[in-house]
C-alpha cells in the first residue's frame, strides 16, 4: 500500500529536520515543496510517500510508519 502525508510547519530548521527524518526513514518526496504567508510568517508543505506492506486501516499511524 502506499502510504501519503503532507508536512506542514514554519520555514525553519525543525522544518527541515521533520522532512530529513521522514526520508531517513523511507519516505520520498512527491511533488515539489510548498511556500505560502499567513500574514504573520512563511509557511512551507512538503508531501511525502512511502510503500509498504499491509493494507489500509484508519488506525494507522502515520508518523510511526
Known amino acids: 500500500m502506499k502510504l501519503y502525508s503532507f508536512l506542514t510547519g514554519p520555514d525553519d530548521e525543525i522544518f527541515c529536520k521533520r522532512v530529513t527524518e521522514r526520508l531517513n526513514n523511507g519516505w520520498a518526496l512527491h511533488g515539489n515543496p510548498t511556500m505560502s504567508f499567513d500574514?504573520?510568517?512563511?509557511?512551507?508543505?512538503?508531501?511525502?510517500?512511502?510503500?509498504?506492506?499491509?493494507?489500509?486501516?484508519?488506525?494507522i499511524d502515520l508518523k510511526k510508519m
Not at 500574514?39 to 486501516?57: L, N, R, S, Y
Open 39 to 59: 500574514g504573520q510568517k512563511i509557511v512551507v508543505g512538503q508531501a511525502v510517500v512511502k510503500e509498504v506492506a499491509g493494507t489500509f486501516h484508519q488506525e
